[in-house]
C-alpha cells in the first residue's frame, strides 16, 4: 500500500526541473521539484556529477514531503550549459519523464550485460601494485578497458572492465574467471593481516564513483588514519558536527579545497551512513568550498554521542580525501591494446614516479587514459624525469608531450606518505599517439 500511494504521490507531483541561463551571469541555474524520498538528493547530483558538470552553489531544502534543490553549474572551463544535448538530456533524467524518483537505487548500480566483465579490488598499497595486476590480466588475455583506481590511508581500491581478448566481449568461461581471482587475490594481500583483501568478478556495468566509496567505506580506510597523510594544515579537511537541539537537526560544516565531484563524495557518505539531509547550502568561494548541512538519521534522531560525531567526521574526511590527486596528472592517448595498461605503468617505474590514481577509458578503440603521478620519493617531479619521459616518448615518434604547471618545483605538491603508492609500471611503451603532463588538483 505504501508504494502504491507514493506512486499515486508522485502521479500528482511529478518531478519538475527548470533550466535558467539568464539570471545568473557566470553560471546555468537547475532547480529540481519532485516529492521527497531518501536517497533523491543523491540521485541528482549524480546525475550533474556524471555529465562532469562543475556545481558552484547549491541550496538544498528536503524537509518533510517536497524536496527542492537549486544548483548554479558550469561546464568544465567554468562556462555556461548551452549544448542542447545536455540540457535536453538533465531534463529527462531529472523530469517528469524519469525514473529516479521512483525508488532509491541501490548503493551500487549494476546492470546485467555481456560487454565486459567487471573485476573489483580491495587491498593493501604498495609500489607496483597494479604493475603486477595488469601484467597478470595481460597473461590471461584479459584487455582493461575502463578503470579507475584510488588509493587511500595504506589502502587501494579498483574497479576495471576488462573483455576477452580473442571475442572482445564479457570473460565468461568460469574456470578462467576463477584463475583470474586466484592470481589476483595474493596482490592484494601485503603485509597487513589484520585488513582484509578482496576480489569480486562479475558481468554487468557498476557506477564506478559510488563502488569505490562504498569499497572503502566498508574496508574501514577511515580509521588508523596515518599521520603523515595530510596534506598540510590548508589542504588538510575541515569537518565540525554540532547539534541544534532547537531543531533536532545535527549540522555538519566543512571547509576543504575545492574540486570537481566534491559535492557527490560528500552526499554520497552521508546516504550510505544512513542520514537524511534536510537543508543544504554549498559554494566555492575561490579554490575553497563552503558546505553546511542539517541532517538527521534515517530513524529521525540527530547525532547521539560523541563517538558517532567523531565516526561522521572521520567518514566525511575519509570521503574528500580519497579522490585528492595533488601533483601532477599525465593524460594519454593510444590505440587500444592488449598490455597497454602494463605497458604505461613500466615508463613510469623506470622514472621512479608512482601512481596515487587512474581513470582509464576506452572509447572506439582509442585508450584515453589519465595517472596522477608522485615521485616515490615524495617530493615533486624533478625536471630530469620530465625529461626522461620525453625522450622515451619521442623516439617512438608521431608523439606530443605537454607540459601544464611547474614540474621544477617552483611551486612544490605537498608530500604525501611513502606508503602512499600504486602503480609502479612494466614494459616499454610503445603504439601512443598522444602523452600530455598537466598538473591537476581534481
Known amino acids: 500500500m505504501d508504494d502504491e500511494y507514493e506512486k499515486f504521490i508522485r502521479r500528482m507531483n511529478p518531478p519538475r526541473v527548470v533550466i535558467d541561463n539568464e539570471s545568473c551571469k ?53 562556462n555556461k550549459i548551452t549544448d542542447a544535448g545536455t540540457l535536453n538530456y538533465i531534463e529527462k533524467s531529472l523530469g517528469p519523464d524519469s525514473c529516479f524518483a521512483s525508488s532509491r537505487r541501490t548503493s551500487v548500480d549494476v546492470k546485467s550485460g555481456m560487454e565486459h566483465t567487471s573485476i573489483e579490488l580491495i587491498g593493501s598499497d604498495r609500489p607496483g601494485l597494479l604493475s603486477e595486476v595488469s601484467a597478470i590480466l595481460t597473461q590471461l588475455k584479459c584487455n582493461v578497458v575502463n578503470a579507475e583506481v584510488w588509493t587511500h590511508n595504506t589502502r587501494a581500491a579498483a574497479v ?17 574467471l576463477t584463475m583470474v581471482k586466484r592470481r589476483l587475490f595474493p596482490l592484494l594481500k601485503g603485509g597487513n593481516s589484520y585488513r582484509k583483501a578482496k576480489t569480486v568478478v562479475s558481468n554487468g556495468v557498476t557506477h564506478t564513483a559510488r563502488r569505490l566509496h562504498q569499497m572503502m567505506f566498508d574496508d574501514r580506510d577511515y580509521e588508523h588514519m596515518c599521520d603523515d597523510y595530510s596534506l598540510n594544515d590548508k589542504e588538510t579537511p575541515r569537518v565540525n558536527v554540532v547539534n541544534w537541539h532547537e531543531k533536532d537537526y545535527s549540522v555538519v560544516t566543512i571547509q576543504c579545497k575545492d574540486r570537481p565531484k566534491l559535492l557527490f563524495d560528500i552526499v554520497f557518505t552521508l546516504t550510505e551512513m ?32 560523541d563517538a558517532e560525531r567523531q565516526r561522521v ?105 611513502s606508503t602512499r603508492f600504486l602503480f609502479g609500471g612494466l614494459l616499454k611503451s610503445r603504439s601512443f599517439c598522444n602523452f600530455g603532463l598537466v598538473r591537476s588538483d581534481s
Open 274 to 305: 544512513q542520514y537524511v539531509v534536510s537543508h543544504g547550502n554549498v559554494e566555492a568561494k575561490g579554490p575553497e568550498a563552503h558546505q553546511e548541512y542539517c541532517i538527521r538519521h534515517i530513524d529521525g534522531s540527530p547525532v547521539k554521542s
Open 26 to 78: 557566470n553560471a546555468t541555474i537547475i532547480q529540481v521539484d519532485s516529492a521527497n524520498k531518501y536517497g533523491i538528493l543523491l540521485e541528482v547530483v549524480q546525475v550533474l556529477t556524471d555529465l562532469n558538470l562543475i556545481i558552484t552553489k547549491a541550496y538544498i531544502c528536503s524537509d518533510g514531503g517536497w524536496f527542492m534543490d537549486v544548483f548554479n553549474v558550469t561546464d568544465q572551463d567554468g
Open 160 to 176: 576495471m572492465q576488462v573483455t576477452d581478448e580473442k571475442t572482445g566481449g564479457a570473460v565468461t568461461d568460469p574456470d578462467r
Open 313 to 417: 567526521i572521520q567518514c566525511l574526511e575519509a570521503a574528500i580525501q580519497r579522490r585528492v590527486s595533488e601533483g601532477l596528472k599525465l593524460e594519454l592517448c593510444a590505440t587500444d591494446r592488449v598490455g597497454l595498461l602494463a605497458d604505461v605503468t613500466r615508463i613510469f617505474r623506470e622514472n621512479s614516479l608512482s601512481v596515487t590514481r587512474a581513470e582509464v577509458t576506452t572509447r572506439a578503440g582509442k585508450a584515453i587514459n589519465s595517472f596522477y603521478v608522485r615521485c616515490t620519493s615524495g617530493y615533486p617531479v624533478d625536471p630530469k624525469i620530465i625529461d626522461s619521459i620525453r625522450k622515451t616518448i619521442g623516439a617512438i615518434g608521431h608523439t606530443l608531450l605537454r607540459v601544464k604547471g611547474c614540474p621544477d618545483g617552483s611551486n612544490p605538491a605537498p608530500q604525501e606518505s
